[in-house]
């Protein structure tokens, strides 16, 4: 099966500018998350999605940072204004099933900004 | 809150050794355990995870870990390193009780010295 695909892999922004990223997950996987990876660190959750809810958005900044999921399938993530503290590599995952089960994580969009 | 602790953040080995990374956590219920892996600019990909049962968990490339619940831990371990797996560990824990949410450790560089 395919894996969680994102886009962009990379991207480079100037402080005050606006970014977005995609993520396809994993067919029929009806929980998605973003992260965010600060270099050092390990993954933070940002937002959790079922289907088209979000479940968990406690430590989404929601000043800069939206998210929406509005078929249940794909996802994008959104930064505005971007901040010098929000470079990091943004990961996605999903998963099928309940919480016991396994996360699957797509390869990350790295955002760097200037 | 739940929590995760990995002290160390770089282990080396000699490629043949046994290899172990050490994982600690804090739940106020029963925890999920899990370990992932992360190669350069890829994405983190599942080890194994321990739900219930057996205290010994096997996973892929020939990792283990044994879940020690009077000391809380969760220590990843393998027989004979190989050189292939140099990478960073994450360890991560979720609670049967309260939200869904997976909290994962700092991470653990390890690198297999040939």
């Known amino acids: 099966e395919a894996g969680v695909a994102q886009s962009p892999r990379y991207k480079i922004i100037e402080k005050r500018q606006s970014v977005a990223f995609w993520c396809n997950p994993i067919s029929g996987h009806a929980t998605l998350y973003w992260y965010q990876q600060i270099l050092g660190q390990g993954p933070k959750l940002l937002i959790q999605f079922q289907n088209n809810g979000v479940v968990d958005d406690s430590q989404l900044p929601k000043d800069r940072f939206s998210a929406e999921r509005l078929k249940g399938v794909d996802s994008t993530l959104k930064i505005q204004p971007a901040k010098l503290e929000d470079s990091a590599v943004y990961l996605c995952?999903?998963?099928?099933?309940?919480?016991?089960?396994?996360?699957?994580f797509g390869p990350g969009t790295r955002l760097t900004v200037l | 809150a739940q929590s995760v602790a990995q002290p160390e953040d770089q282990v080396n080995v000699a490629e043949g050794n046994p290899l172990t990374v050490k994982c600690t956590y804090s739940?106020?219920?029963?925890?999920?355990l899990f370990w992932y892996v992360q190669y350069p600019n890829r994405g983190l990909q599942f080890l194994l995870k321990y739900i219930t049962g057996d205290n010994l968990v096997k996973g892929s490339y020939g990792f283990e870990a044994e879940f020690n619940k009077s000391q809380t831990s969760f220590h990843l371990k393998k027989p004979s390193a190989l050189v292939s797996d140099s990478a960073l560990y994450f360890c991560a824990v979720r609670d049967t009780l309260g939200n869904e949410k997976l909290t994962f450790g700092t991470g653990t560089r390890l690198t297999i010295i040939p």
């Open positions: 995952a999903s998963l099928a099933g309940g919480s016991y089960n396994e996360q699957f």
């Open positions: 739940v106020s219920g029963n925890p999920y």
